[in-house]
């Protein structure tokens, strides 16, 4: 069974600080996805990558897929208040396959 | 906007209670899902479903059942609730299994059993 390791598990910055977090696992994945869940909300999809090496951008948000699609991080610039939240990747390890998500990473900004 | 709606934000039952949560969405999809949330562990998923009376285990199926009689709801039961399942239920639902496609959750019900 594929297992997805996130971290760090927690995280506290202050505002317009700059942070990176990491999605690992030890399988290949078919295609990778970030979601941000809010508190007392459902996760929100951020992006799909799709192809090994791929760099994908959404306004200060930069998702990078690793060249071997074991792994993938997200950095966020200048971060914001408004980035709190809980940051989950989920995979597919084929087309056919069920999503598996990580156990998430908790950010708090604070302002 | 894709919009799923989970019956309750909040509820409390006791142990033994056959508990259910419901679950609807508005976008006529053809897959949908049930997670539990707990500290630490992510989204464990319970149950799915890719079709109407359709359904699959998903990796923690024990203790739950499903049934989805119509291609809008689906419903999550304890059959007869325990401590251990106190839990924050997510419901969600996608065009396609197994595709790039997002999938689309409600907002979760937070359940305590006593």
């Known amino acids: 069974t594929q297992l997805l390791e996130q971290s760090p598990q927690f995280l506290s910055i202050q505002e317009g600080e700059n942070l990176t977090v990491y999605c690992n696992s030890s399988?290949?994945?078919?295609?990778l996805q970030w979601y941000r869940q809010e508190p007392g909300e459902g996760p929100v999809l951020l992006v799909t990558?799709?192809?090994?090496?791929e760099v994908k951008k959404l306004k200060r948000l930069t998702f990078q897929f690793g060249d071997a699609r074991k792994d993938s991080s997200l950095h966020i610039t200048a971060a914001q208040p408004g980035d709190t939240g809980l940051y989950l990747c989920?995979?597919?390890?084929?087309?056919?396959?069920?999503?598996?998500f990580g156990p998430g990473t908790s950010l708090s900004v604070i302002p | 906007d894709v919009k799923v709606t989970q019956s309750s934000r909040y509820l409390v039952k006791r142990t033994g209670e056959k508990v259910f949560l419901e679950c609807v969405q508005d976008m006529d999809h053809e897959n949908m899902f049930w997670y539990r949330q707990d500290p630490g562990l992510g989204l464990r998923l319970i149950y799915f479903s890719y079709d109407v009376k359709m359904k699959e285990k998903g990796d923690i199926p024990e203790g739950y059942s499903v049934s989805r009689e119509k291609k809008e709801r689906f419903s999550l039961i304890l059959e007869s609730a325990s401590t251990n399942q106190t839990s924050m239920y997510l419901c969600?639902?996608?065009?396609?299994?197994?595709?790039?496609?997002?999938?689309?959750f409600g907002d979760g019900t937070r359940l305590s059993i006593l």
């Open positions: 990558v799709v192809t090994g090496g």
């Open positions: 989920a995979s597919l390890k084929t087309s056919y396959d069920k999503v598996i």
């Open positions: 399988s290949v994945f078919s295609s």
């Open positions: 969600a639902s996608s065009s396609r299994l197994g595709s790039n496609q997002p999938q689309h």
